[in-house]
């Protein structure tokens, strides 16, 4: 991926869709992560309501999911790096049947 600046970051294209300066869960972890504290911060069918926003405000899933691993892995932080797949299991089990074991 090309260097960005701040102003480019996924966080700062989160907090201009939403309209704030700085958007409570610009972060993503409350979608990506289901470890963090910030995922218990909302509920499963809030976190698709935030991604379908992002989503219809032309960000690309596959390319915020980068920038989001490429973030955490500067920070040394592999364990939220790696933390995607397995969220991403959960909401999609969860809107396929309904139902999540977590």
């Not at 989160?14 to 218990?40: A, G, M, P, Q, V």
């Not at 991604?51 to 955490?72: F, H, N, Q, S, V």
């Amino acid at each position: 991926m090309e260097p960005q600046d701040d102003e480019n970051y996924y966080e700062a294209r989160i907090d201009r869709i939403f309209k704030c300066s700085i958007y409570n869960h610009r972060t993503l972890r409350t979608i990506f992560d289901r470890w963090s504290s910030e995922w218990n911060q909302t509920t499963i069918d809030k976190k698709f309501e935030i991604l379908t926003r992002i989503l219809g405000a032309g960000e690309d899933l596959e390319t915020l999911i980068g920038e989001y691993k490429e973030r955490y892995l500067e920070q040394n932080r592999v364990d939220i790096a790696r933390s995607v797949e397995e969220a991403l299991i959960i909401l999609l089990q969860y809107k396929l049947v309904g139902t999540s074991k977590y």
